[in-house]
């Protein structure tokens, strides 16, 4: 026997940010189980190596078998919603992957303004949809500025992206150390 499909009956967009190891996924995730027993998780992230690999193992083993799982790494906008919960984990990793695949085959670094159009534009894409999406990301630009020129301008794509899907989210959380405190939406001014 399948599982059960639940539809959502309107869009809503919940951004969950903060830094590593802030507790931004099973929040994400814990919200996800609330509004559907069997959501969506689209799955951002490349496997580049063995700590890679254990993260997502460890990720996929705490989600368990209440979620149909989407591995893409590419743009996300052909992903059908339709009415679904989707957590989209996570934008970091989206993010690195539209920027190294329009790096220069030299190492060239993109133009940061043509990275972060094409994520406007794919995120407007996906989210056009009738759905509930949960995005995680990080705040990867409060750590300092990095001596690494590839860093900046990383950080910079991530922060514009970050702010792009905040600005079209219902609601923002930051997480700090485990706790979700609303930043947008729910009983804040914002």
């Not at 979620?67 to 993010?95: F, K, M, N, P, Y």
């Not at 690494?148 to 991530?158: E, G, I, K, S």
């Not at 959380?173 to 485990?178: A, D, K, T």
Request: hydrophobic share 40%; glycine share 10%; charged share 20%.
């Amino acid at each position: 026997m399948g599982k059960k499909t639940y539809f959502c009956s309107m869009k809503r967009i919940i951004l969950v940010t903060g830094g590593q190891r802030s507790g931004k996924s099973a929040y994400a995730e814990r919200l996800a189980l609330q509004l559907s027993p069997t959501p969506l998780y689209i799955a951002t992230a490349r496997v580049w190596d063995d700590e890679m690999r254990h993260r997502v193992r460890l990720h996929q083993e705490r989600r368990g078998p209440s979620w149909i799982t989407i591995e893409q790494d590419g743009l996300l906008g052909d992903i059908d919603i339709s009415g679904r919960v989707a957590l989209i984990d996570c934008v970091t990793h989206w993010c690195t992957n539209r920027f190294l695949d329009m790096s220069g085959p030299d190492g060239t670094l993109p133009d940061t303004s043509d990275v972060v159009a094409v994520l406007k534009r794919d995120f407007d894409r996906l989210t056009t949809q009738e759905g509930t999406f949960v995005f995680v990301t990080n705040e990867i630009g409060c750590g300092g500025i990095s001596a690494n020129a590839m860093m900046r301008r990383f950080a910079d794509v991530q922060g514009l992206i970050n702010q792009h899907i905040a600005s079209a989210a219902d609601e923002v959380v930051l997480m700090v150390s485990g706790i979700g405190v609303t930043i947008k939406g729910g009983n804040s001014n914002n």
